[in-house]
């Protein structure tokens, strides 16, 4: 018995591979993107890091509150908040330039009352 010297490999089944894997990237990039809310940030200078395991509340351009993304009512949005722990829980405060500042205000004003001290608002640079 006489073995075949081993030359060639093939590479489809590598490409099909591959191809299956650039598919899945692709279709989960496209939803990642489209899962956003459309704040337009206001500009700042100053530039920091925010930890992923903080809890947002967004203020768009007409005045909505949103929660972790889902929209709220300002009563369902304090509620909500009086569920955490002001000392561990850290809130990012995303708030759009033409949102009326009397909402962003009254946020802040609830997170204060309420004890919070890890509160970072969110802006462009």
């Known amino acids: 018995m006489r073995r075949r010297r081993f030359v060639d490999i093939n590479v489809v089944p590598f490409i099909d591979i591959v191809l299956v894997l650039l598919v899945i990237v692709l ?15 206001p500009k700042s200078g100053s530039q920091s890091k925010i930890p992923p395991k903080s809890i947002s509340v967004t203020i768009d351009k007409e005045g909505k509150y949103f929660f972790e993304k889902q929209p709220v009512t300002l009563k369902e949005l304090k509620a909500r908040l009086n569920r955490l722990d002001p000392l561990k829980d850290l809130i990012t405060l995303n708030a759009d330039q033409k949102s009326q500042f009397q909402k962003f205000v009254t946020v802040v004003d609830i997170l204060k009352k309420k004890g919070f001290k890890k509160i970072s608002i969110i802006t462009s640079q």
């Not at 989960?28 to 459309?38: G, H, M, Q, R, S």
């Open 27 to 41: 279709a989960t990039a496209t939803f990642v993107v489209k899962n956003e809310l459309p704040v337009d940030l």
